[in-house]
């Protein structure tokens, strides 16, 4: 099991399984692994990775998409896009929540809109994928909370768990796509970015506020 590669924003797992429903909404449940935990194709079924306890120096949590008596298939950070994997639950090791917010991003319109236990907290105008290196489509979720190295990011940056399609590295990173802040307004609504998500002051401090874990929905 050591041998196994930890599934975080660097990694790529080609053996993991897709989520077999991506566009799907979740129920809100969220994982954290208090131990690492070994990651399964399917229950009972070959191992594919360990999910680590930090992810970017933040708790590990990770949204559940399925149960089944005794596990749980969770949403993976790593490549590609999707990747999904089932955790056995049934011998300890992970603490369960569930998140009250929804978090939804349209790139056709470039809106987020942000709800807590189903009323709309906002909607906002932000900034998505350029043509060229567009923002990817599919259920992710909150992957980190980082402070931003670039003062033009706003007051923080919140990795998600999924990676530009077009580009495999960016700013010495593996291109994953965060939401964060911007200094020009401007750009709102605007499809300008490298892949992630530009938000307006006021949605960045609500999304400052939702649990790491919490699903996105990107259409």
């Known amino acids: ?5 930890l599934t975080t924003t660097y990694t790529t797992l080609p053996a993991a399984p897709r989520d077999p429903a991506p566009t799907d909404p979740t129920s809100g449940l969220v994982l954290h692994p208090t131990t690492t935990q070994v990651v ?21 949590w990770v949204p559940v998409i399925a149960t089944r008596p005794g596990w749980e298939q969770v949403l993976l950070p790593s490549r590609p896009n999707g990747s999904a994997g089932w955790i056995y639950v049934g011998g300890g090791g992970v603490q369960k929540a569930r998140s009250p917010y929804r978090v939804e991003v349209e790139t ?5 809109t942000v709800h807590h236990s189903g009323r709309k907290l906002g909607s906002w ?3 998505v994928g350029a043509p060229e290196t567009p923002t990817p489509i599919g259920r992710t979720f909150v992957l980190a909370a980082v402070s931003p190295t670039y003062p033009g990011y706003g ?3 919140l990795p998600l768990g999924t990676h530009s399609t077009t580009l495999h590295t960016f700013d010495d990173g593996p291109a994953t796509v965060a939401m964060h802040g911007w200094q020009d307004q401007e750009i709102f609504g605007q ?6 998500i530009r938000l307006p002051d006021a949605a960045l401090r609500v999304m400052s506020r939702v649990p790491l874990g919490t699903p996105v929905l990107i259409s």
């Open 108 to 112: 056709a319109t470039r809106t987020l």
């Open 125 to 127: 105008k932000v900034a």
């Open 1 to 5: 099991m050591a041998e196994l590669p």
């Open 155 to 157: 007051s923080l940056v």
């Open 40 to 60: 399964y194709a399917h229950p009972g079924g070959p191992p594919v990775a360990r999910l680590p306890v930090t992810q970017l120096k933040s708790p590990t």
């Open 191 to 196: 499809p300008v970015s490298h892949g992630c």
